[in-house]
């Protein structure tokens, strides 16, 4: 775990020194989702007895704990690997592989929790009903932990920045609008509803939203996401394993 | 006593082209040794194997006796690299970038703190410590990635092309930080396509064209197997021809003996003339 805090305290270095600046960049497009979704299309909405604002919240959370933690780790170590090649200064030094993966994904972490944490006081004072409890951060935790895992894969499968482009179109832009963010699945037709099932940040607006608004928790979710976050974990390892020797 | 690198039967394919082929090489302890080759030789291939960051197709590399292949994470220590390409943390400064390295070399605080400012000295960038890496120039750049490289105390130090895009004022610098590194104890491997920078650094060089060395010595028999006195004929506008003598009587006797409508020059050769004549020959197919 050392050796992961070492390549975690690099980042945050970097971190702390434009801080402020990824802050405000990052809570931009929530707080667009939120006036454009939330006031905007949702004005007057009334989902069984919960405001649209207050259903949309938990929601566009846990997308910002999804686009934060995903480029937090897996676009920064894409540049460090293809532009920047530092990455290779870490695969030459003497640490064991994990340690690297873990330290590479951690910083995503850190700025997932970090946007998440921001956008979720400016939030609060919108609409202060909501739930905050530690099932709610257990599941934003897990969320994180899933999607700087799955932007470390995806880092190390690219083979340019053109590929991580690619794959925020054709992966993470998707799941923005159909992961159960904007609208309730109850919504939608059967078959659908099953194929938005598929996609892990179904599982984190579904967790996310029932802790928020104090409801039985679906802790099915929670074990898929798990599962998810253990996926893309074996994956990074197995990738990592074949870039090194 | 086991050598400081030892290289035998290395091969390396990509898409079924050989990018290093059968390579057998083997370097002392304390030597400084340059890897000479025209682009695309293999030079960085190599080095990345030796490495760690390249898996070869077949063949064995020893590294103070540590199997490359077998034992990654014990040879880790045993190196130092200075890359090709600035592999600095831009995100970081100077001082910063080495404490990252010294924390993933398990160098306790205290160590690490008097470790840098030491190396920070011994490159003369003490001053510039604090700098982030674009805000300084690019020798600047090329000296802490070298003391970056040397803050575990490597027993061997690997310089891919450690003067490329550097003023010759700067490039001094790094070589007499080189040789200083040298006489101190590092083995040091450098490979670069400047020749007079092999020619001014290294005790033995190796020339390696298309995957395979071609020819290894010292500059000096390099030169005397070649020829220590070069003829250089203007052929009127037809190009330079190029012949070799051991002394000066010899070469003397036979620009007496042209027709006397070229340009002639007489010199001592030196190992670019080597390098090209050894790797013009493979690739024109005989030039004399």
């Known amino acids: 775990m050392i050796d992961a ?60 704990a999804m686009t934060t933690s995903f480029n937090g780790a897996g676009t920064r170590l894409n540049v460090d690997r293809l532009y920047f090649k530092s990455f290779d200064e870490c695969l030459m030094a003497p640490i064991g592989l ?62 340019s920045h053109e590929d991580m482009a690619v794959f925020g179109s054709l992966i993470l832009m998707p799941m923005t609008f159909l992961g159960g963010t904007f609208f309730s699945l109850s919504q939608v037709p059967v078959g659908l509803k099953y194929a938005l099932y598929i996609l892990p940040l179904t599982h984190s607006s579904l967790f996310l939203r029932a802790a928020a608004l104090d409801q039985p928790l679906p802790w099915g979710s929670f074990l898929i996401l798990l599962a998810f976050l253990m996926a893309f974990l074996v994956g990074g390892m197995m990738t990592l394993k074949k870039i090194s020797i | 006593m ?15 082209k050989k990018v290093i082929d ?22 960085t291939t190599a080095i990345r194997i030796l490495t760690t960051l390249t898996k070869p197709s077949s063949g064995r590399v020893l590294i103070n006796g540590i199997d490359v292949a077998r034992e ?54 003490s001053d510039h410590a604090d700098y982030l890496i674009d805000d300084v120039s690019g020798g600047m750049k090329r000296r802490a990635m070298i003391a970056r490289a040397l803050i575990h105390r490597p027993k061997l130090l690997f310089l891919d092309e450690p003067t490329v895009g550097l003023d010759a004022q700067t490039r001094r610098k790094v070589w007499d930080l080189i040789r200083r590194m040298n006489v101190e104890g590092t083995t040091v491997f450098l490979t670069t396509h400047y020749i007079e920078e092999a020619e001014a650094l290294c005790q033995r060089v190796g020339v390696l064209h298309h995957g395979r060395i071609i020819a290894i010595g010292s500059p000096l028999s390099l030169r005397e197997k070649l020829g220590m006195i070069a003829v250089e004929m203007n052929l009127n506008g037809n190009g330079t021809e190029y012949k070799y003598f051991p002394d000066r009587v010899q070469a003397a ?36």
């Open chain 1, 5 to 64: 805090y070492s390549i975690l305290w690099a980042d945050l270095v970097a971190l702390k020194r434009r801080g402020p600046r990824y802050l405000i960049t990052t809570l931009v497009s929530p707080i667009l989702y939120l006036v454009a979704f939330g006031w905007g299309l949702g004005r007057g909405i009334n989902l069984n007895g919960t405001s649209y604002l207050e259903f949309v919240i938990p929601g566009i959370i846990a997308l910002t």
């Open chain 1, 98 to 159: 994990t340690s690297l993966l873990m330290g590479k994904a951690l910083i995503g972490v850190v700025r997932g929790l970090m946007s998440s944490v921001a956008f979720l006081i400016v939030a609060l004072l919108i609409s202060p009903h909501i739930h905050i409890g530690p099932q709610f951060l257990l599941g934003l935790l897990l969320t994180c932990l899933t999607f700087a895992f799955l932007g470390v894969l995806a880092a190390l499968l690219a083979r």
């Open chain 2, 2 to 16: 086991s050598k400081m690198i030892e290289i035998s039967g290395l091969n390396k394919n990509y898409s079924g």
């Open chain 2, 22 to 43: 059968g390579l057998d090489l083997e370097i002392d302890h304390g030597e400084l040794f340059g890897f000479l080759g025209p682009n695309g030789a293999g030079k």
């Open chain 2, 72 to 125: 990654p994470a014990s040879v880790k220590s045993e190196f130092g690299i200075v890359q090709q390409h600035l592999s600095l943390n831009r995100d970081l400064t100077i001082s910063e970038n080495l404490q990252l390295h010294a924390r993933l070399h398990h160098l306790s605080k205290k160590e690490r703190n008097q470790r840098i400012a030491d190396l920070l000295d011994y490159v003369e960038l």
């Open chain 2, 253 to 288: 006797q036979f620009i007496e003996g042209l027709p006397g409508t070229e340009r002639v020059v007489m010199r001592e050769s030196n190992l670019e003339d080597v390098f090209i004549e050894l790797t013009g020959q493979k690739v024109l197919g005989g030039v004399t």
